[in-house]
């Protein structure tokens, strides 16, 4: 990544920024005129490190192509191990909150990354299905053990009170998270952009291909798994910082799904759409938190159950391939775009894929007498001109 | 001696769930992981059937109903649009419909667990008792044997069975031959979900609560399974079950208790390293 160019934000990319950047703006004016209210603290909060679990999810998923069901896990072992850390290290030096949070998140990411190595180790030998049951097999692992281990406070969760933030005083802990959500976004963004992106996609797209383009799949496949737990295993400390205590149980296999619903609903593969999805669903989930009480909570799951299963199915199912391309949001969009004489059109791009078409280019294209006068050729360009130049 | 028994027991719940797993993923190459909350949803029916005063009989008759209808549903429904698409979507799908029966359970039923009626209590039988073996433990090793042998025979000589299997081998292949795919596909999730019923009923002799969430753990753990033994073949099924329900009645009875859960999945995470396809799966090479 040495030539990575600020100067060349792309629009794309821009927007991600735009996005984070307004969650912070809206909570400072918020904050500066006096209104801030613990509970919006807490949102924006989360939605910071919501965004960071779900773009780093849709790194494995989306850009590598493989399922991971163990995001909490990661998560979890963030909480856990920063969490400590950060509790021993508070007491070490009180004053320091800022030093705190920053250095804990750093070892619980570290930590989780090294987690994120030995599970994208079998992820080299299996393919698949085979790896979404590890790396589910491995959140409830790591719950398990977590649960047992009376140093992080056993069934009972860790208690991380003296490191939660008073909103009333300071906003700190939402910008600083926030801060982090565009750091990462930075990273990942530069990540899928390079050369090493591409080789990411590659894989994805197809692994013998890209092994026989030189591409070494077991380190791209590891790099991917651990930087993807090292953010999980950051969002996983700042979980830390806001809750008390750290509990085991709400690293379930039904968090991963949540996180997995993030990435579905805002589109596999789409950075922005995993950042708005996040954001949405923190908010659903908050609105429907205050609303929604005991058994009615479980509407929620339904609800996410409902979006996964119709999304998927509309943007997958074979049968709906035409549907899905005449109401993308790309071809909705070219209708309001200015027609290009040089650009193709909808009926003309679908024309061109019939192969006899091709073949009946190549044919009125051939010289049928060479050496002939030129008017001909003059003929056959300016008809191939008019098709849209198809070629 | 009782720890083994008990272990075979558990174990042939788990392999009679592992099966509608690996009988599906070998038919229609996706990981059917709402499996689980089809037992669920049976050991619920038995418990409403039940509740209705109704005898046991009724109440296996309607669970067994009721799951094989949801399950040839789920596979319309969820399943069947995607045919052909990714690996990954259907696995989506999959947990989308887990995640739903979950949610519509908790909702009908509530989270708590509901203790299932006096009725569902089987005799003491002083000859197994005496030996330390619960009759329940005795009931489901027996009818799970049972039942894992007629559906091998069933796979094995009919024609149903039969072509169940020129499907597994080459979908492409087998309609060529006249198979009806579709039907075959069907089929394999109404006997899945029909296991999956059994399965629901034997959970509920060894521990009678029905709870939203009852399936997931031992959907889990036959999932697993399924996995160690070998995606896709049936005795791999039945051998990774009984391996696997061995192993925690094992664990349970030593200190390592605690870790019953990380144990029995670093079993699995071990023997995927080991050997990729499960201790019975078979080695298929990738072609471009």
Same mark, same amino acid.
């Given at each position: 990544m040495k030539s990575i160019r600020i100067? /060349? #934000?792309?629009? /794309?990319?821009?927007?991600?920024?735009?996005?984070? !950047?307004?969650?912070?703006?809206?909570?400072?004016?918020? @904050?500066?005129? &006096?209104?801030?209210?613990?509970?919006?603290?807490?949102?924006?909060?989360?939605?910071?490190?919501?965004?960071?679990?779900?773009?780093?999810?849709? !790194?494995?998923?989306? @850009?590598?192509?493989?399922?991971?069901?163990g995001h909490a896990g990661f998560m979890c072992i963030g909480a856990y191990i920063g969490g400590l850390f950060a509790v $021993?290290?508070?007491?070490?030096?009180?004053?320091?909150?800022?030093?705190?949070? $920053?250095?804990?998140?750093? %070892?619980? &990411?570290?930590?989780?990354?090294?987690?994120? @190595? %030995? #599970?994208?180790?079998?992820?080299?030998?299996?393919?698949?299905?085979?790896l979404a049951i590890v790396t589910l097999a491995f959140g409830e692992i790591v719950r398990n053990v977590f649960m047992n281990q009376e140093t992080f406070g056993g069934a009972r969760g860790l208690t991380t009170i003296s490191l939660i933030y008073d909103t009333r005083r300071a906003p700190t802990l939402f910008v600083v998270v926030l801060a982090f959500a565009l750091v990462m976004l930075f990273v990942i963004q530069n990540l899928i952009k390079?050369?090493?992106?591409?080789?990411?996609?590659?894989?994805?797209?197809?692994?013998?291909?890209?092994?026989?383009?030189?591409?070494?799949?077991? @380190?791209?496949?590891?790099? $991917?798994?651990?930087?993807?737990?090292?953010?999980?295993?950051?969002?996983? %400390?700042?979980?830390?910082?806001?809750?008390?205590?750290?509990?085991?149980?709400f690293f379930s296999y039904n968090y991963s799904i949540e996180i997995l619903v993030m990435v579905v609903l805002g589109g596999m593969g789409s950075i922005t759409g995993s950042i708005v999805s996040a954001v949405f669903i923190t908010y659903i989930n908050f609105l429907l938190q205050s609303q929604l009480s005991g058994d009615l909570a479980a509407m929620r799951n339904l609800v996410y159950a409902i979006i996964l299963i119709v999304v998927v199915i509309f943007s997958n199912a074979p049968a709906l391939r035409d549907f899905r391309?005449?109401?993308?949001p790309a071809a909705l969009f070219s209708r309001f775009k200015k027609r290009d004489a040089s650009t193709q059109t909808d009926d003309e791009a679908k024309w061109a894929r019939v192969p006899t078409k091709i073949k009946m280019d190549a044919i009125l294209s051939t010289?049928?007498?060479?050496?002939?006068? /030129?008017?001909?050729h003059g003929d056959l360009g300016g008809h191939d001109g008019g098709k849209g130049g198809n070629k | 001696m009782i720890t083994l028994i008990d272990g075979l027991s558990l174990g042939s719940i788990y392999a009679l769930i592992a099966l509608g797993y690996t009988m599906v993923y070998g038919i229609a190459k996706l990981l059917n992981f709402a499996h689980g909350d089809v037992i669920m949803v049976g050991a619920y029916a038995i418990m409403v059937t039940l509740s209705y005063s109704l005898s046991p009989w009724v109440a296996v008759v309607v669970a067994a109903?009721?799951?094989?209808?949801?399950?040839? +549903?789920?596979?319309?429904?969820?399943?069947?649009?995607?045919?052909?698409? *990714?690996?990954?979507?259907? +696995?989506?799908?999959?947990?989308?419909? *887990?995640?739903?029966?979950?949610?519509?359970?908790?909702?009908?039923?509530?989270?708590?667990?509901?203790?299932?009626?006096v009725a569902w209590k089987l005799p003491a039988v002083s000859a197994i008792n005496k030996l330390g073996v619960s009759t329940a433990a005795a009931v489901t090793l027996i009818s799970g044997v049972i039942i894992m042998s007629i559906l091998t025979l069933f796979i094995k000589y009919t024609k149903t069975g039969r072509a169940m299997r020129a499907v597994s081998e080459d979908r492409g292949a087998a309609m060529l031959m006249g198979v009806n795919v579709n039907g075959i596909i069907t089929i394999t999730f109404a006997i899945g979900s029909l296991l999956a019923a059994f399965a629901g009923m034997f959970y509920l002799l060894q521990i009678p609560n029905t709870q939203p969430t009852l399936g997931a753990m031992p959907g889990i753990t036959a999932f697993t399974a399924a996995v160690i033994g070998g995606i896709g073949?049936?005795?791999?099924?039945?051998?990774?079950?009984?391996?696997?329900?061995?192993?925690?009645?094992?664990?349970?009875? *030593?200190?390592?208790?605690?870790?019953?859960?990380?144990?029995?999945? *670093?079993? +699995?995470?071990?023997?995927?390293?080991?050997?990729?396809?499960?201790? +019975?799966?078979?080695?298929?090479?990738?072609?471009?």
């Open positions: 100067s /060349k #934000i792309k629009f /794309k990319d821009f927007i991600n920024y735009a996005l984070v !950047l307004a969650l912070m703006a809206y909570g400072l004016i918020l @904050f500066a005129s &006096g209104s801030l209210r613990p509970s919006t603290a807490m949102l924006l909060t989360q939605m910071g490190y919501c965004i960071i679990l779900a773009v780093s999810l849709n !790194l494995v998923v989306g @850009f590598l192509g493989e399922l991971s069901l $021993v290290l508070k007491t070490a030096m009180p004053d320091m909150k800022f030093a705190v949070l $920053v250095i804990s998140m750093i %070892v619980g &990411g570290a930590v989780a990354s090294v987690f994120g @190595f %030995v #599970i994208g180790l079998p992820s080299l030998r299996l393919k698949g299905d085979y390079s050369k090493h992106g591409r080789a990411i996609t590659a894989i994805r797209d197809n692994e013998i291909a890209a092994k026989a383009m030189g591409i070494n799949v077991t @380190f791209y496949k590891l790099f $991917v798994f651990i930087v993807a737990s090292f953010f999980a295993g950051c969002a996983g %400390v700042i979980y830390a910082h806001t809750t008390t205590p750290v509990l085991y149980s391309e005449r109401y993308s010289d049928l007498n060479p050496g002939s006068n /030129k008017s001909i | 109903i009721l799951c094989t209808v949801l399950g040839m +549903l789920i596979e319309k429904i969820a399943y069947k649009p995607l045919r052909g698409a *990714s690996p990954l979507a259907v +696995l989506i799908t999959a947990i989308g419909v *887990s995640y739903f029966l979950q949610g519509a359970a908790q909702i009908i039923f509530g989270s708590q667990s509901i203790p299932v009626g073949s049936i005795p791999g099924a039945m051998v990774g079950g009984i391996l696997l329900g061995v192993v925690e009645k094992f664990c349970l009875s *030593s200190p390592l208790a605690p870790y019953t859960v990380a144990i029995k999945f *670093s079993l +699995l995470i071990i023997i995927l390293l080991v050997k990729p396809t499960g201790l +019975l799966g078979k080695v298929s090479r990738e072609k471009v």
